[in-house]
């Protein structure tokens, strides 16, 4: 806990926030100022107590007995007086105790949004092959979580733990005042077993919330995979089987959530047990004094009060524990996530990238994601500025991975990929992603306006510049259709439009942001022939004048690239036109003619259908 404290410190005290330092000041003053005056309401008690006892005696014809201190509130104005005393101090003590979390939430929650911040940014910075291993409902879950945890650990230790300590110091001084060493070491060993049995209690408890919070998370990753891949589960008619596979991690979770409810009785019986025989021993002892003389009745009142007052903080202090601790399993994950170190990092003396002309070269490229498994085996070729190279192969060929390559998402093994001879490794990343457009083959859109999704492509363009990228992109006619225009919302991932219209929004942004460098990751594969051949034409007008770098399965989107390299098994098996490809009667040319034949056979089928259409139709009219 003193290392997360001491980690947390630098946010709840922010050297560049003087006003959050101020307000640092002042809780912890109050806090000292309300421990002063809830260890002085007892007094306010037994005065009260021992001048209603002094009246009572005077009405009965007795005379008033104790020291001094039993005088002192009657001589200040009898009974009536001391207990307004006691309500105004107790009042006091509750004002200033609420001043003191108001002013320290301010300090509290700004530790929370910078962590928080922190966090989220560091998430951005990890590679892409941590996204990859995680998934998406339990990232936000640790982030949600973590937030929750960094606030209680900064409330529960500071402005309950700290207090509680404080007060604790100050009984046993007024005790070992006012009373004796007895009554000290009674409470001393009271609050010792009470703190031993919450801690051990509390441990068993931990384990037991751990296991719940593991089945959360399982069933909310569920959850939001199941959700997310919605029309995979109605095409496989898969409800009854993701409603099963989303109540066995519920069921983990009641089992867990059941254990915990029964450990928390137990913790609770436990504390008020030991708390009570604790308090019956000082009151027991008190009892005897007042009986012996040398204690008023009011001093019985007083002890009673003092310890009654402590058991709530007390009280607190097994919240406190089993928050704190729960705190730090809440946010365990996220630490661990700030420590996990970026594995594509800026060079120290990285520099922005200088685009002139946008040529881009791979030179002997080695890459594999294991070592065991190599994905590019030297790989070499040059785009020249205003070219347009086509990568084709075979799926694993390692064609997608060049685009991951030239975007930094992970760093190569060995060789060099550089832009206008500028090496990637040595320039910042922002400034290379700035460089470079892409368009992929699944695009997904955030689930917002169309209008957002657009301005996506860069940060401050005008609502003229947004309509002008929807006209290159030939998509401004179906948004001039929808009711809401440009403030239609396309829903979660984009699933309100379809793959072509989806297609059309990530060429629009793409052509908002105006890369020199412009990468189209087998952007028409997923789409129907139709569709595809708008699109190209769109895409062929994007990339005119710009550097071009195509990853394609359908050969007839590149035939009139500058170069087509083929990729085979990690290696350029192939390399130049369209034309002297074919005439090579290599890899390329078979993948041609298996296409070829593909396509003529969907185009075989599409005209019997039709036919068969048209003959079902003539015959229901002469009918």
Not at 301 to 307: C, D, E, G, P
Not at 309 to 337: C, H, S, W
Not at 401 to 417: P, W
Not at 450 to 468: F, L, M, S, V
Request: net charge neutral.
């Amino acid at each position: 806990m003193l290392t997360t404290l001491a980690a947390l410190w630098p946010y709840l005290w922010p050297t560049d926030r003087k006003d959050l330092q101020i307000r640092v000041m002042i809780a912890f003053g109050l806090i000292v100022v309300v421990k002063l005056i809830t260890v002085f309401v007892p007094f306010t008690f037994k005065w009260a107590t021992d001048a209603l006892v002094a009246v009572s005696q005077q009405g009965s014809g007795g005379a008033p007995r104790g020291d001094l201190q039993s005088w002192l509130p009657w001589l200040i104005g009898a009974p009536i007086a001391a207990t307004i005393l006691y309500g105004v101090v107790r009042a006091g003590m509750a004002l200033l105790q609420q001043l003191r979390d108001g002013i320290f939430a301010a300090v509290s929650m700004n530790a929370v949004r910078r962590l928080a911040n922190l966090t989220f940014q560091h998430m951005h910075r990890l590679s892409l092959r941590f996204h990859l291993e995680r998934k998406t409902g339990g990232l936000t879950r640790v982030l949600e979580r973590g937030r929750q945890g960094i606030e209680e650990l900064s409330r529960m230790a500071l402005l309950i733990l700290m207090p509680t300590i404080l007060e604790f110091i100050l009984v046993c001084g007024v005790l070992l005042y006012m009373f004796d060493w007895r009554y000290v070491a009674a409470v001393t060993l009271m609050i010792a077993l009470y703190l031993g049995f919450t801690v051990q209690a509390t441990n068993w408890r931990i384990a037991i919330r751990r296991q719940m919070n593991d089945s959360d998370t399982d069933a909310n990753t569920k959850a939001v995979d199941s959700l997310l891949n919605f029309e995979t589960v109605k095409y496989f008619g898969a409800e009854k089987r993701e409603n099963a596979r989303y109540d066995r991690s519920m069921a983990k979770y009641e089992r867990a959530s059941t254990k915990s409810y029964i450990s928390l009785a137990v913790l609770n019986a436990g504390q008020a047990v030991i708390f009570t025989a604790g308090l019956t021993a000082c009151m027991a002892m008190s009892a005897l004094d007042v009986a012996a003389g040398r204690n008023t009745v009011g001093d019985f009142v007083m002890v009673n009060a003092l310890l009654i007052q402590l058991y709530q903080p007390l009280n607190f202090m097994g919240t406190v524990y089993r928050e704190i601790k729960q705190a730090l399993v809440d946010i365990e994950k996220m630490f661990d996530i700030l420590s996990t170190n970026a594995e594509v990092k800026d060079a120290p003396d990285a520099r922005p990238l200088q685009v002139s002309a946008g040529a881009v070269t791979f030179d002997n490229v080695f890459f594999h994601y294991m070592p065991e498994r190599p994905i590019l085996k030297g790989v070499s070729f040059s785009v020249p500025a205003g070219k347009t190279v086509a990568i084709v192969g075979p799926s694993g060929a390692g064609k997608s991975t060049i685009s991951r390559l030239l975007f930094r998402f992970y760093d190569i093994s060995a060789g060099s990929i550089s832009i206008d001879g500028q090496d990637i490794r040595k320039v910042t990343q922002e400034s290379l992603r700035d460089a470079i457009g892409m368009v992929p083959q699944d695009t997904v859109l955030f689930n917002d306006t169309i209008r957002y999704n657009i301005a996506y492509g860069r940060d401050g363009a005008t609502r003229e510049e947004i309509e002008e990228a929807a006209r290159l992109a030939q998509i401004d006619r179906f948004i001039a259709q929808l009711p809401d225009g440009y403030d239609a919302q396309v829903g979660e991932r984009g699933l309100k439009l379809s793959g072509g219209e989806k297609q059309r929004v990530a060429i629009a942004r793409t052509i908002l942001k105006a890369p020199p460098i412009l990468v189209l990751d087998e952007a028409t594969s997923a789409l129907d022939s139709h569709t595809e051949m708008e699109i190209q034409e769109a895409l062929d007008r994007v990339s005119q004048n710009r550097t071009t770098i195509v990853i394609a399965h359908r050969l007839s989107t590149v035939v009139n690239a500058d170069e087509i390299i083929v990729l085979d098994k990690g290696v350029i098996a192939e390399r130049g036109t369209h034309t002297t490809l074919l005439k090579k009667k290599g890899i390329y040319a078979s993948m041609w003619n298996r296409q070829r034949e593909a396509d003529a056979a969907r185009e075989t089928l599409k005209n019997i259908a039709e036919a068969e259409g048209e003959t079902l139709r003539l015959k229901l009219a002469g009918e």
